[in-house]
């Protein structure tokens, strides 16, 4: 075990009910439908870097993250922070690592009270730790300077009367205000405007340097990956199909549905696309073996009846597809 | 011969906190068979301008000054009942959010049976509900549907986001309409099911000989689909050209920073350039160029008056820098 893995898991699984199963629905004998939203992920998250989180809706890509913060119980499957099992941590501990484990979330139009003042907002997490008076208003004026927000305008305003990016500042700073080490980024610019976005990217990225955090970029957009992250893992119906280095998975997929995920993003100067065929399947009846078989222009015999193992085919870059395992 | 000529359209909202100025001043036109991508952030107005043409506006919106010559009538002289002929046959819309799109309590097949009724009536035929049908049938293969004939018997909430788009733009189809508005149709999609849904558009295009007026957030998605790019902000129209111009030599500086403060895919390492501020608040707009007060070029001028818009090569700006 590597002293720069911040964060790692084994085989974590995460399953729920798809339709809620009451007294009426046991007297019936009906069967309960489950959704597996993480299957079965391994994965380690370097410290002081970022690692991207991407797939499309219904991939489990949020759930993973809030997992990772301990918002979500697994179902099966350990969580180490420093080595530590945090999926067995309670009470105190709970508390305390927890303030270690922040989440920005993806609409900052419905992460924060409306009711609230923005100072309020920001010092609740310090506030829940014991801490009052004027040493919460200067923590909360330190952190609001540094995502570059004006206490003295700004501090007893509420959420209405800012626009998106200063809301999703006003996120950030909520989040990094207990000193954390390790951040869930849930589409953190997907719900501001172009414009807007690229002074919330590099806001981050200061910060991150700022304070050498970790962080966990989840997102469906593939170009924002790019930017921002160094290391790059794709997931698709609660599976991790790939996971390398940024650069070189996107210059050189090699699972089949990254190579279709990076023909369908558009881009400036591209004029045609090459999307795959169908659609995300179902997750209450997921394929028996690969989950990408039925869109899968490679498949073979193999892949209906077996799910591939996740093997290393070159350079740290690993891959769950029957293509890359030798026989 | 212009299918769409727009001409000085400027649209207000009035609401309790005072009037909004959505559109101001625009003129365009789209030819027939040719795709035009108006692109803009929140608040540009781009869906405003989708509603106008199609005469869909809010009851508190209303028409400042302006024309809009669609196939030569003038949509603004019409009735409310002389518009209703236009839509569906003339002028189809698909909006944005595919849930609230289709109608809940009907089949598939009803609601795409009446599409086709609807025009057969306007063209003076008679409804033949089996020739209707095979129809349907045809057309969902066209928009790359599997299984038709299943999805036509279910009802809206049993199809997923990608499929209702389908569904919808195979309602178009049903209709022959000569100008087929799309109001951010893939926003609410996965980016594969949106590259296939684009991918379609284009096809169909290419093979019906309709013209297609797409609104965009996204501007990578204007490269992919259009023929002519639109930039609207604030309510003003900043730049319209040939897409191949406004990507690769965009004139309007804010043009210039919206491309290349967006990451992408292509572009690798060096730290985004970004746009300082945020995008104007309407009831208020900033006076003269809506942008001066984020532009880096800004001049005395900029904040007194709006400039005209000028052609440079092929393409139109609105813009001080480039004379008046």
New interface residues.
């Given amino acids: 075990m590597g002293s720069d893995v911040l964060i790692r898991t084994e085989n974590l699984v995460k399953v729920f009910l798809a339709k809620n199963y009451g007294i009426i629905n046991r007297i019936l004998r009906e069967k309960p439908l489950f959704v597996r939203a993480v299957d079965d992920v391994s994965i380690e998250i370097p410290t002081g870097k970022t690692t991207a989180l991407v797939g499309?809706?219904g991939s489990g890509k949020t759930t993973l993250g809030r997992l990772l913060v301990t918002l979500e119980q697994p179902t099966s499957g350990r969580i180490y922070f420093h080595d530590i099992d945090i999926t067995k941590a309670r009470g105190r501990d709970l508390r305390n690592i927890r303030a270690k484990l922040q989440m920005v979330f993806q609409d900052p139009y419905s992460s924060l009270n409306p009711m609230m003042r923005i100072k309020d907002i920001i010092g609740e997490p310090l506030k829940n730790r014991g801490v009052r008076g004027k040493e919460l208003d200067e923590a909360v004026a330190k952190i609001m300077g540094e995502v570059g927000l004006d206490y003295s305008s700004l501090a007893t305003r509420r959420p209405s009367e800012l626009?998106?990016?200063?809301r999703q500042r006003v996120a950030i700073a909520r989040a990094l205000i207990t000193n954390p080490e390790f951040v869930v980024l849930d589409e953190p610019t997907s719900a501001l405007?172009?414009?807007?976005?690229?002074?919330v990217?590099?806001l981050l990225?200061d910060l991150q340097n700022r304070h050498n955090l970790t962080y966990l970029l989840i997102t469906?957009?593939?170009?924002?990956a790019?930017?921002?992250s160094d290391l790059i893992m794709i997931m698709y119906m609660g599976k991790i199909l790939e996971i390398g280095d940024t650069g070189s998975v996107?210059k050189e997929p090699l699972h089949p549905y990254t190579q279709?995920?990076?023909?369908?993003?558009?881009?400036?100067?591209?004029?045609?696309?090459?999307?795959?065929?169908?659609?995300?399947g179902s997750l209450v009846n997921p394929p028996k073996g690969c989950r990408f078989y039925p869109r899968c222009p490679f498949r073979m015999d193999i892949c209906r009846e077996r799910e591939p193992p996740i093997v290393e085919v070159k350079n740290g870059i690993k891959v769950a597809c029957w293509l890359y395992v030798k026989k | 011969m212009a299918l769409l000529e727009v001409k000085d359209l400027s649209i207000i909202y009035r609401t309790p906190f005072g009037i909004v100025n959505a559109l101001n001043d625009i003129t365009f036109n789209i030819d027939k068979g040719e795709s035009l991508t108006v692109v803009g952030?929140?608040g540009s107005g781009k869906s405003t301008l989708a509603l106008a043409i199609a005469r869909l506006l809010p009851p508190n919106a209303k028409y400042v000054s302006g024309s809009i010559i669609f196939d030569n009538i003038d949509l603004l002289k019409l009735s409310s009942d002389e518009m209703r002929k236009i839509r569906g046959t003339g002028i189809f819309m698909v909006f944005q959010e595919p849930a609230t799109s289709l109608n809940p309590v009907f089949k598939v097949k009803d609601q795409l049976m009446e599409a086709v009724r609807i025009r057969y009536e306007r063209e003076g035929n008679i409804f033949d509900e089996n020739k209707a049908i095979s129809e349907i049938i045809s057309v969902l293969k066209d928009v790359r549907m599997?299984d038709p004939e299943l999805i036509i018997e279910r009802y809206p909430h049993q199809l997923?986001g990608?499929?209702i788009q389908r569904v919808m733009i195979a309602m178009g189809l049903l209709m022959r309409p000569k100008l087929f508005i799309a109001d951010e149709p893939t926003s609410a999609l996965?980016?594969?099911?949106?590259?296939?849904i684009?991918?379609l558009l284009k096809d169909l295009k290419r093979e019906y000989g309709i013209s297609i007026l797409f609104i965009t957030?996204?501007?990578?998605?204007a490269?992919?689909i259009a023929d002519s790019v639109m930039v609207l902000y604030a309510g003003q129209l900043m730049e319209l050209g040939s897409v191949k111009s406004v990507?690769?030599e965009p004139k309007h500086p804010y043009t210039q920073?919206?491309?290349s403060?967006?990451?992408?895919?292509?572009k690798t390492e060096g730290?985004?350039?970004?746009?300082?501020g945020?995008?104007p608040n309407l009831l208020n707009p900033p006076p003269g160029c809506r942008f001066h007060p984020?532009c880096p070029f800004r001049m005395d001028i900029c904040s007194k008056a709006v400039p005209n818009l000028t052609k440079v090569n092929d393409i139109y700006v609105r813009c001080f820098l480039y004379g008046q």
């Fill in positions: 499309e809706s626009s998106g990016g200063q405007d172009a414009s807007t976005q690229a002074q990217l590099n990225v469906h957009n593939v170009a924002v790019k930017y921002m996107l279709a995920l990076i023909e369908s993003v558009p881009d400036i100067g591209k004029s045609e696309l090459k999307p795959p065929t169908g659609e995300v | 952030e929140s599997p997923s990608g499929q996965d980016v594969t099911v949106q590259a296939q684009l991918r957030h996204d501007i990578a998605v490269s992919i990507m690769h920073a919206l491309l403060s967006i990451p992408r895919i292509s730290k985004l350039p970004i746009i300082g945020s995008v984020r």
